[in-house]
Every structure is written in structure tokens, then in C-alpha cells.
């Protein structure tokens, strides 16, 4: 039997959300399950109603978005997991292609390529992921950025349980900070080069109107994890792996 994937929508008060929950509806993979987390939503609500019933829907009080995801990733009951933001969507091959790109190479956790939309959802800019020639160029780039997309990882929910989750305390940068514990941990981090997810840009997005706070958070996850990120890539090199 094909193994049980989970969609984790984190929600808050996003118009967009109706879209998300579509996309994730519309997967060609069958072996699914959509988990709506109402992050104590006080608007938009009317936009999920219609689709409610072909849902699952977890409500509880504010808390951001690590919160939320812990909270669906934990009450998911797919082997493997999925975090697909409210205001993104997932191309219809998603979790079909990434699925099988993960168990025929035996990989816990990867990410993808996707392309950027606007507000309307027009097409704005085509694979616009960071590419890295080798994996310690993309393991050095963790000291600078966060090179994932949030939106475009699927991994195994036992290695989420494993690292312990998101960190709440955390309300832009918990995913940062969760890539960088799983690469510390010596959790292979595959890229699938096939652009799968739809990433929105809009003025109400979070990276615009928090960026001071997120840069904030930037640096605390970089002073936390830099010096073994550092000592890391020394290994590799010692090694040879350039």
C-alpha cells in the first residue's frame, strides 16, 4: 500500500487560503489527508466554509506558525509530511513526484523548486530556488540565509518527532532554525529540481511586513547554529568534499 501523505495549511486570517486548500485537494497522489490549522482566525473564515467537509480541521488559540504546524504535523496521520502555507499552492504532481523522488532514494526530507506568482496568481518568475553546485556550498549557505522554501519540503513525520519540531518561541525563522538542526543531525537534505509549488508574493506576506522582526530572528538562529555549521563544513572539506 502507498504510504499516507499529509498536507499541513497553517491559516490565519488569509485570503488566499480557499486556493491552498484547492491545490492540495486536486493532488493526483490519492493516498492523502488535508489538515487545516485554524491559527485563532478572526477573518476569511467564509473562504474555507464551502470546503470544510473535504478537510480536516484543527482550531486552536493564536500562536504563529511553528506552533500551528506542530500542532497539525502531530495530529497528521501520513508517514510522510507537508507544510503548504495558505497563501501558496502546490502544482497538481506535488506530492506524487516528490513522494517518489524520496522513497526510491531512501531520502527523509527534501525540497524542491518552485515558481513565484502575484496576487493573482500570474506567473512571475520560473524556478526561483537557490542552486548549489555541491552539498557544502548549500550546507555553507545556511550561514548567510535560509536557501529552503519552506512551502516546497516534504520529510518523514518521524524524523520531524525525532528533531522535536519547530521551535515556537521562534515566530518567523522556526523553519530556519528546524533545516539547520535536521543538516546537524546528518539528515541528507535532497533537492528534487522540478519546480512543484506556487509561492505567493503580496503585500500582506509575512518577509514584507515583518522584516525587521525576521531579521532579528535571522541572526539569533545564525549565532545559535553557526559555529557547528562551521565546524561541519571543515569535516567536508577535510574530507575532500568540496
Not at 54 to 70: E, V
Not at 96 to 118: A, C, P, V
Not at 129 to 134: E, I, L, P, Q, V
Not at 153 to 174: I, N
Request: hydrophobic share 40%; proline share 4%; glycine share 6%.
Amino acid at each position: 500500500m502507498q504510504p499516507t501523505v499529509s498536507i499541513v495549511i497553517p491559516f490565519y486570517n488569509c485570503p488566499y487560503a480557499d486556493q491552498a486548500i484547492a491545490s492540495a485537494l486536486q493532488q493526483t497522489y490519492a493516498n492523502l489527508e488535508v489538515i487545516l490549522v485554524d491559527d485563532g482566525s478572526t477573518r476569511h473564515r467564509d473562504k474555507i466554509e464551502p470546503i470544510m467537509d473535504r478537510i480536516h480541521y484543527l482550531g486552536k488559540q493564536n500562536g504563529g506558525t511553528g506552533s500551528a504546524l506542530n500542532h497539525g504535523f502531530r495530529m497528521a496521520s501520513g508517514e510522510y509530511i507537508a507544510w503548504l502555507s495558505s497563501d501558496d499552492c502546490f502544482f497538481p504532481r506535488k506530492i506524487e513526484r516528490q513522494l517518489n523522488f524520496m522513497e526510491k532514494n531512501g531520502y527523509r526530507i527534501s525540497h524542491t523548486d518552485f515558481h513565484n506568482i502575484d496576487a493573482s496568481g500570474a506567473i512571475t518568475a520560473t524556478r526561483a530556488a537557490a542552486k548549489f553546485r555541491t552539498e557544502r556550498e548549500f550546507i555553507a549557505s545556511f550561514l548567510t540565509c535560509c536557501p529552503v522554501n519552506g512551502c516546497t519540503v516534504m520529510m518523514r513525520k518521524d524524523l520531524f518527532l525525532e528533531l522535536g519540531g519547530f521551535d515556537e518561541t521562534l515566530l518567523f525563522t522556526h523553519d530556519y532554525d528546524f533545516w539547520i538542526r535536521a543538516i546537524l543531525a546528518g539528515e541528507p537534505f535532497a533537492f528534487l529540481d522540478e519546480p512543484l509549488t506556487a509561492y505567493r508574493w503580496h503585500d500582506e506576506m509575512g518577509t514584507r511586513k515583518h522584516w525587521p522582526r525576521i531579521a532579528a530572528e535571522i541572526a539569533l538562529v545564525q549565532a545559535r547554529h553557526g559555529a557547528r555549521l562551521r565546524e561541519l563544513l571543515d569535516r567536508y572539506l577535510a574530507m575532500g568534499r568540496i
